[in-house]
């Protein structure tokens, strides 16, 4: 139905279309990686007094509804009751040094600590929409949990025009699913934080855990899932299983590198000690240089 003009309907223009005019499709899904989640954290920890929270921009890849989160970095920016200001120049240098490192890696949104959605998360909305053009920009708030009646966790969101007549400031944010994914290679630090995490947490934090016990802990982990392979590959052998062909080759190429070789582990382990040999030589000579070079200014 068409909206009068003593109307007091909101008019919410479709978000498939761009800042530019060009049609871009709403993303449906965003998944984020840890290290991403661990660069933001860093940040809220490393801010000023006066900051209530903090943003960055966020670098991934996308596909025409799924958003992947891999990498984060911080945005200097300040906020007052009457202003907000982002330092575009650190931004777009930040973000050319990372094209440099993850060309693969481009601007896909960005994120703020703290659940408060406001006038000037729209008008920073509308910055990156445009730095993300033709596709919409997505945004993460995580909320950290320390402040009282707020739990911990991660939000993301896509934004919607509002009105006939849209300014910057008028949008909604429409929640979409967020989901954590992390590569084989980030288990082990996932729960290696996990176990941090669990240790602060506990009536006694760290009083009887040192580095050690935590190494052990995961070395056990290893043992048992060793263990567990170990048996399975006894009851194959027995009869008592029927074998799986792709589980056999798995072990095959994870387990038999450099043991087909003559001598293949003890190579590698005297690579490895050689490896260490000469850093070690190598930290000696930069140590003695540098005594000599005071020796001789003195």
């Not at 260490?276 to 190598?282: E, K, Q, S, W």
Request: glycine share 6%; net charge negative; proline share 4%.
């Amino acid at each position: 139905m068409p909206i009068r003009s003593s109307s007091s309907a909101a008019y919410i223009q479709n978000s498939s279309t761009s800042t530019n005019g060009v049609p871009s499709t709403r993303p449906t899904s965003l998944t984020i990686h840890p290290s991403a989640l661990f660069s933001i954290l860093d940040h809220y920890l490393r801010r000023t007094d006066a900051q209530h929270r903090v943003i960055g921009t966020l670098l991934g890849t996308r596909t025409d509804s799924t958003v992947d989160i891999k990498s984060a970095f911080a945005v200097l920016h300040s906020e007052t009751d009457e202003q907000v200001a982002v330092d575009m120049d650190y931004h777009r240098a930040m973000y050319d040094l990372c094209t440099r490192v993850r060309p693969n890696e481009t601007i896909v949104g960005w994120y703020s600590t703290g659940s408060d959605l406001n006038t000037y998360s729209a008008l920073i909305q509308n910055f990156y929409s445009q730095e993300t053009a033709p596709n919409q920009a997505v945004h993460v708030a995580l909320d950290t949990g320390t402040e009282e009646g707020k739990s911990a966790g991660v939000k993301a969101y896509v934004s919607s025009p509002v009105g006939i007549f849209p300014k910057p400031e008028n949008c909604v944010f429409v929640p979409i699913p967020c989901e954590l994914r992390f590569h084989e290679a980030e288990r082990s630090g996932r729960e290696l934080k996990s176990i941090r995490f669990d240790l602060m947490l506990s009536p006694n934090p760290l009083s009887n855990q040192t580095d050690l016990d935590v190494l052990a802990s995961s070395l056990t982990d290893v043992q048992n899932m060793l263990n567990r392979v170990l048996a399975y590959v006894q009851s194959v052998l027995r009869g008592e299983v029927v074998g799986d062909k792709a589980v056999g080759r798995y072990l095959m190429d994870v387990l038999g590198t450099g043991v087909e070789e003559d001598g293949g582990w003890t190579a590698g382990l005297q690579d490895t000690l050689m490896v260490t040999y000469l850093a070690n030589l190598v930290r000696s000579q930069a140590e003695v240089s540098a005594r000599l070079a005071l020796t001789t200014a003195a």
